[in-house]
């Protein structure tokens, strides 16, 4: 299921989330599912965000920041049109995933778990994509790469729009 709303202007966000909202309202046990939705609405979840949420399902803020500081998948800060996650798991790191974090580092001027201020990249380290045999891999977005090396990822970022 995919509610992105990248697209809309703030009202137009708002109004889809005091749709979900409504939704879960009487739900118990909705919060996750809320927290969800709500972050493929805005992008990220925002203090004014969960505030919402925990008004309308009538939870402590406190609660509703706790389950979404606990839950990697929940952003609570704008992230980049690209995501770029590099993997430093054994078999990337063996292979020279560093040097392609290096590279990546200085190409966009990020440092692990920064967002550019145009909000064009994130980019995050992870331990593991999955995806030994390739290493070192990294993914952009939805696209897995892998057999890098630093000029190869540099080069893919830079295609980036």
Known sequence: MSLCCCNQNNQDKQKSLAELLTKYKEQPGA????????????????????DQIAGELKIPPARVYGVA?????????????HVI?????????????????????????LEPGETS????????TVACLGACGLAPVMMVNEDTLG????????KKIAQCD
């Open 85 to 109: 996650k590099v993997c430093q798991g054994t078999a990337c790191h063996v292979r020279g995933g560093a040097k392609v974090l290096e590279a990546i580092k200085k190409q966009t001027g």
């Open 69 to 81: 500081t606990f839950y990697a998948q929940f952003h609570l800060q704008p992230r980049g049109r």
């Open 147 to 154: 057999q890098l090396s630093p000029e190869k990822a540099v």
């Open 117 to 124: 201020k145009d909000l064009r990249y994130t980019l995050e």
């Open 31 to 50: 919060l996750i599912p809320v927290l969800q939705q709500a972050q493929e609405i805005f992008g990220y979840l925002g203090p004014e965000v969960i």
